[in-house]
């Protein structure tokens, strides 16, 4: 057994002495080098009722680790991975992944695995989310990418008024006609299309910089209005049509324009995304597409009252079409969060009503979420 030296014992108390608890996980620091750790828990009980049948399930919604540090000034890198959902071999996913070079106080470069530039709700952090599940305009279902592997561009003007993003990716789309669902190129999901991506945002801050959360728990009155558009292309290397009966994705465009206001303990966003999609086997006329081909837009409003700083009251209206659909899919949400510590300890409860699911007229569902969040 190793003795605890009087030196030891001098390094272990300043690296004690070194650490700090911070809003977003626990810090080891030594001058230029720093290690962060973290965990973010998710527990979530979920019913749902379609008018013929009721059904319920309680389940981990996220369960992650995460680690971040720095060895040399200017770089830094993190992993961060999903333990929670695993299923057959697959017992873990890989989330945030990535290396970052600042090469200026103002420009940074990203590379590995990380966000894509693209929908403000998806770009905004889970965790700080108003609604349980996010609502279509975020949701990666339906046009949003998911986090993808390659190169990714930060930057910002002198005051942070302006600030814009660009990446350039290998990003994989599920086959499936009913869907625009993009996967991760690190976690390798079966049969999916791989293409190339490219993208970007520039979002303006015209009364102090506004990130991507949501809720208003400063006071500070802040707005931010963004547009953000990318385009995607089948680099025909995983055609599955055959093997699979469902839709290869040709390629993909899309178009989005946000906004957000926070003062006074209100706080809305809103947010329009428009997809063009087409797919590899004309003809094809079913879910979201007609001949070959479909429009997808998205659009949501969602906003909240900060009753004090424990209690929040929220509601959101959306709403999804498609070439595809008989009629638009709509869904209105009503909910209440308890911060018990801030967003790091809180319970979240959302109603949600959906019409016309998947397009199709009176197909109606009603669900509830209530939903446990901690995080360190």
């Given at each position: 057994m190793r003795t605890l030296t009087p030196s030891s014992l001098l390094t272990v108390t300043a690296v004690c002495l070194a650490s700090t608890a911070f809003a977003d996980g626990y810090k080891i620091s030594d001058g230029d080098k720093y290690i962060k750790l973290g965990a973010r828990i998710q527990l979530q009980y979920k019913m749902d009722d379609d008018g013929a049948s009721t059904s319920d399930d309680i389940f981990f919604r996220r369960l992650r680790a995460r680690i971040e540090g720095s060895a040399h000034k200017s770089w830094k890198g993190k992993m961060e991975w999903e333990i929670g959902k695993a299923k057959g071999d697959n017992e873990l996913s890989v989330k945030e992944s990535w290396m970052q070079y600042s090469v200026s106080k103002t420009f940074k470069l990203r590379i590995g695995n990380s966000s894509f530039p693209f929908s403000r709700e998806f770009?905004?952090?889970?965790?700080?989310?108003?609604?349980?599940?996010?609502?279509?305009?975020?949701?990666?279902?339906?046009?949003?990418?998911?986090?993808?592997?390659?190169?990714h561009f930060y930057?910002?003007?002198?005051?942070?008024?302006?600030?814009?993003?660009?990446?350039?990716?290998?990003?994989?789309?599920?086959?499936?006609?009913?869907?625009?669902?993009?996967?991760?190129?690190?976690?390798?999901?079966?049969?999916?299309?791989?293409?190339?991506?490219?993208?970007?945002?520039?979002?303006?801050?015209?009364?102090?910089?506004?990130?991507?959360?949501?809720?208003?728990?400063?006071?500070?009155?802040?707005?931010?209005?963004?547009?953000?558009?990318?385009?995607?292309?089948?680099?025909?290397?995983s055609l599955v049509n055959a093997a699979t009966g469902e839709a290869d994705i040709d390629a993909v465009t899309a178009?989005?324009?946000?906004?957000?206001?926070?003062?006074?303990?209100?706080?809305?966003?809103?947010?329009?995304?428009?997809?063009?999609?087409?797919?590899?086997?004309?003809?094809?006329?079913?879910?979201?597409?007609?001949?070959?081909?479909?429009?997808?837009?998205?659009?949501?409003?969602?906003?909240?009252?900060?009753?004090?700083?424990?209690i929040e009251l929220v509601a959101a209206v959306q709403v999804q079409d498609a070439d595809g659909y008989a009629t638009q899919w709509k869904r209105t949400s009503i909910g209440a969060n308890w911060f018990i510590n801030n967003i790091d300890t809180k319970i979240a409860l959302t109603w949600r009503q959906g019409k016309n699911l998947d397009g199709v007229a009176n197909k109606d569902k009603d669900e509830l979420f209530l939903q446990a969040q901690f995080r360190i």
């Open positions: 770009m905004t952090p889970f965790a700080k989310q108003q609604m349980v599940e996010r609502t279509f305009v975020g949701d990666l279902n339906y046009g949003t990418p998911d986090k993808n592997t390659g190169l930057g910002n003007n002198a005051d942070k008024s302006i600030t814009w993003r660009a990446s350039s990716v290998i990003a994989l789309m599920e086959p499936n006609d009913k869907k625009l669902r993009f996967g991760a190129p690190v976690n390798k999901p079966a049969n999916y299309n791989e293409g190339f991506m490219i993208g970007g945002r520039v979002d303006y801050h015209p009364l102090g910089y506004l990130p991507f959360s949501q809720g208003d728990f400063s006071g500070k009155t802040r707005a931010t209005i963004g547009v953000a558009a990318y385009s995607w292309r089948n680099d025909n290397d178009f989005e324009i946000s906004g957000a206001y926070r003062g006074a303990g209100i706080s809305v966003d809103w947010q329009y995304n428009s997809f063009d999609a087409e797919t590899v086997q004309a003809g094809v006329s079913n879910g979201i597409y007609r001949n070959g081909k479909t429009t997808l837009t998205n659009a949501a409003i969602e906003g909240g009252y900060m009753i004090d700083d424990k």
